[in-house]
């Protein structure tokens, strides 16, 4: 059973460096049976923070761990007063051209599947349909003590009756939808419990420090295994949820190739790595493979497309 931890990662000198060549993408594309693995760098364009890149939050940022979270009353206070209010920025974002992009060519016939590390829901509101998601999704909240899913829009709704006036500015927004307030903003921020069993409620997502779902591993196994070549879009890989599948399919012969303006942990198991933005890169070879890509026209984040 696999842990999600938090990694530091320096690239190796010795690292391929990045490119700007996008034909051996469209010759992956065009050839079909591609497994997308999307990491939080597909939803920078979205307005959502990355981790690592440039200006990433993990330099400022400590993502709430799965142990602090059910063992401390106040850890879950300050986690929902910054989730809370992250959410109603979180909860507004839109896919990008790059989420419609990969939307597009699963449309087409092109992918054989798709992987996100991402909880924003932003590949199934482009359209992507089957998605799975590694971490989960903050748009369910699940009771620790019953098992009982709710939507994340209804657990808003009772947050917002429980703390009337709550509205601190925050300094910064995170990947995980995490809102960087202090305690003195935090203050006596009321958390709710589950309506049906009164237990804990916790976001449907892979805390760091938590087990992704053996399940869940197990079926993305197979999707590597029956994959023709894996793409990795806007993934660092520094930690080994996403990096395992890189590994699986370089030892298995299957071609890998990286999205991601950075250097990555999986460079080396890859044939190349793009270095140019995501949205440019995948709508650039859709144009090239004669693929259209939708507008900007969207399905609402919230939960309710679900």
């Given amino acids: 059973m696999r842990m999600r931890p938090t990694l530091s990662w320096t690239p190796a000198e010795d690292l391929p460096p990045g490119t700007t060549d996008l034909e051996p993408l469209a010759d ?6 591609v497994l997308v693995l999307s990491g939080a760098g597909m939803s920078t364009e979205s307005g959502i923070p990355d981790y690592r890149g440039e200006g990433g939050s993990l330099s400022r940022h400590t993502p709430m761990t799965y142990q602090d979270f059910t063992a401390d009353v106040q850890a879950r206070r300050r ?5 809370h209010l992250g959410w109603r ?15 597009a060519f699963e449309r087409h016939g092109l992918l054989s599947g798709v992987i996100t590390q991402n909880v924003d829901g932003l590949h199934q509101a482009a359209g ?8 989960g ?5 699940v009771c620790l003590s019953c098992g009982a899913f709710s939507p994340r829009h209804e657990l808003a709704r009772r947050l917002e009756e429980a703390n009337a006036g709550f509205a601190p500015v ?3 927004m995170n990947p995980d939808g995490d809102a960087d307030l202090t305690d003195d903003q935090i203050g006596d921020f009321h958390v709710v419990p589950c309506t049906v069993c009164g237990g804990v409620l916790k976001p449907d997502v892979v805390f760091f420090g ?28 520094t930690v080994m949820s996403g990096l395992r599948f890189v590994r699986q399919a370089d030892e298995a012969g299957t071609p890998v190739l990286i999205v991601n303006r950075d250097p990555t942990r999986g460079d080396r198991h ?3 790595r793009i270095a140019l933005p995501l949205g440019t890169a995948l709508t650039t070879v859709a144009g090239r493979l004669g693929v259209p890509v939708d507008d900007e026209t969207a399905r609402d984040v919230t939960g309710d497309h679900r």
Wanted: with cysteine; glycine share 10%.
């Fill in 28 to 33: 992956v594309l065009g050839t079909g049976g």
């Fill in 79 to 83: 986690y929902w007063a910054r989730s």
């Fill in 89 to 103: 920025t979180f909860g507004r974002a839109r896919p990008n051209a790059g989420h419609r992009a990969v939307a």
């Fill in 128 to 135: 992507s349909t089957g998605a799975v998601e590694l971490h």
């Fill in 137 to 141: 999704s903050l748009a369910r909240v």
């Fill in 170 to 172: 925050a300094a910064a």
């Fill in 210 to 237: 938590e087990a992704v779902p053996p399940s869940r591993v197990e079926l993305c196994r197979r999707l590597v295994r029956e994959a023709a070549s894996l793409l990795v879009l806007g993934s660092s890989l």
């Fill in 270 to 272: 890859a044939l190349t």
